[in-house]
């Protein structure tokens, strides 16, 4: 592919797991959209050289930036967001006339598919399993934008959780409470309303299988929201449905993280359809 002032190319670096996924979306986008644009997948090492190498192609527009670069390429951007220095990793990389500007879309992407789903979370009580990276971003996003009731968090790495609510509460003025994912689960599931799933139980080679929530604890007052996405329908969500929970997958945060990506890439509206579809038949596929 030639760069010119036409044409545009968005790239994801990182971790080769899960490449596929993005690309399908993000190509889809831009067939719909009728832009010239594409969207590629780099196994990066050095991430200050990449990034000079976007400076100096104007037309590279984006890039998506996965484990492990998350938080290496913040000290290498011109401008990061207020939400991303609040989570503490960046996940999207925009370039605004050679000045490289970086987000975080993941807990804005949760936000956007709570509101698909017509899931309200004003007012509601708020379970976290989990204190890791995305977890910390759709605590943020929720804790400072959508206005819950409260919200708990429960993991199992004490020092963690206990870092990420102490941020919390300093930057935000919804109550946090903290526990232990082993000992407190059953307590917290049986006062709680919304339960978001952060752990890597029950993904594709990984404790695959498995879920973190024993199935009699569900009930059908429960939102379940799990952000493993491979499988689609994990053993959590299997269980939520049998219990009438309502069920929000994974693949929906991937989703609405990514049209956020391509709207502050291109500034227009995301093409929502193609990129579902585009991403429904990877997850079919295997890919």
Not at 140 to 161: E, F, S
Not at 187 to 207: F, K, N, R
Not at 214 to 233: K, Q, S, T, W
Request: hydrophobic share 45%; aromatic share 4%; net charge neutral.
């Amino acid at each position: 592919m030639t760069i010119t002032a036409e044409t545009g190319l968005c790239a994801v670096i990182g971790h080769p797991v899960g490449h596929s996924l993005s690309p399908a979306m993000h190509n889809a986008a831009f067939r719909a959209a009728g832009l010239n644009f594409v969207y590629l997948a780099f196994d990066v090492t050095d991430v200050a050289a990449c990034l000079n190498g976007m400076r100096a192609l104007p037309s590279f527009r984006g890039l998506s930036v996965t484990i492990p670069h998350k938080m290496a390429v913040m000290p290498h951007l011109d401008e990061v967001t207020p939400m991303a220095r609040l989570v503490g990793c960046v996940n999207t990389v925009t370039n605004q006339g050679g000045r490289l500007i970086g987000s975080v879309t993941d807990g804005a992407g949760t936000l956007r598919a709570f509101a698909a789903a017509e899931v309200q979370l004003q007012g509601q009580r708020i379970l976290f399993l989990g204190a890791g990276g995305a977890v910390r971003a759709v605590a943020y996003a929720m804790a400072l934008h959508a206005a819950p009731h409260c919200i708990t968090i429960l993991g199992r790495t004490p020092g963690k959780v206990r870092t990420l609510a102490e941020d919390l509460r300093r930057d935000a003025s919804v109550p946090i409470a903290t526990g232990c994912l082993a000992d407190d689960l059953t307590g917290s599931l049986a006062s709680h309303d919304i339960i978001i799933q952060g752990t890597p139980v029950g993904m594709h080679g990984h404790d695959e299988g498995s879920s973190p929530v024993p199935g009699n604890l569900l009930r059908p007052e429960h939102v379940i929201f799990d952000m493993v996405y491979r499988p689609r329908l994990t053993p959590l969500l299997k269980n939520a449905v049998r219990a009438g929970c309502r069920t929000i997958p994974g693949s929906d945060m991937l989703l609405h993280q990514a049209i956020i990506q391509f709207e502050t890439w291109t500034d227009l509206p995301a093409p929502v359809d193609a990129m579902r579809d585009a991403l429904d038949l990877a997850l079919n596929q295997g890919l």
